[in-house]
Structures are given as C-alpha cells and as structure tokens.
C-alpha cells in the first residue's frame, strides 16, 4: 500500500510563505500527474494546482502567481511553495494523483493564515 504523507503546513501572517511537501513511497510517481487540493471548512475539497510527469502545471486561478508546484522524482516528493498567503487559503491541504484516486489520500496538512 502506498503511503502518502502531506507536510510543512502551520500558522502564517497574510503576506506570509510556506513550502509544503508532499513525501510518497510510490515507485511509479515519476509516471503520474500530481496534485494539491485543498479543504476549507465548511467547503468540498477543491483541486488548487497539478504538474505533469513532464513538470508541467496548472493553478486555480485564484492561486496563480502566488503557488509554484515542482517534483522530485527522484525522491518520490512532490512541494507547493506558497507565497503572498491570504486568509482564504486557509485549508487542509493534501495531495494525490491527478485526477485524484481512491485510497492516494494523506492526512493532509493544515494551512491557517491569520494576524
């Protein structure tokens, strides 16, 4: 079974940054499509950005500009560098393939952007 484990979430001020990591022990990664998603209370969790096998990429646009999604095949990780943070990205962040598949889910890790 493949383990999934999302990190690098916590507490920020608006304006602020976090890198999270998406760490898996899956020997196929390099050959999916990966994704972060996002939980906020009280919504559905929303697809906020993917990239290829290739590293290619795509944002929600509300995110675009502010998120940078990169791999490292080699270490079966996936990251998120968030800049310019704001209260509504305040979320369980996780990550799976893309499109997402059952049993791909991590715990997630929480985001909360507040002063």
């Known amino acids: 079974q493949v383990q999934v484990v999302e990190s690098g979430g916590g507490l920020v001020q608006p304006g602020g940054s976090l890198r999270l990591s998406c760490a898996t022990s899956d020997r196929r990664f390099s050959t999916y499509s990966m994704a972060w998603y996002r939980r906020a209370p009280g919504k559905q969790r929303e697809w906020v950005g993917s990239i290829s096998s290739g590293g290619m990429t795509g944002y929600k646009d509300t995110v675009k500009g502010r998120f940078t999604a990169s791999r490292d095949n080699a270490k079966s990780t996936m990251y998120l560098q968030m800049n310019n943070l704001q209260p509504e990205d305040t979320a369980v962040y996780y990550c799976?393939?893309?499109?997402?598949?059952?049993?791909?889910w991590g715990q997630g890790t929480q985001v909360t952007v507040s002063s």
């Open positions: 799976n393939q893309f499109p997402p598949v059952g049993g791909y």
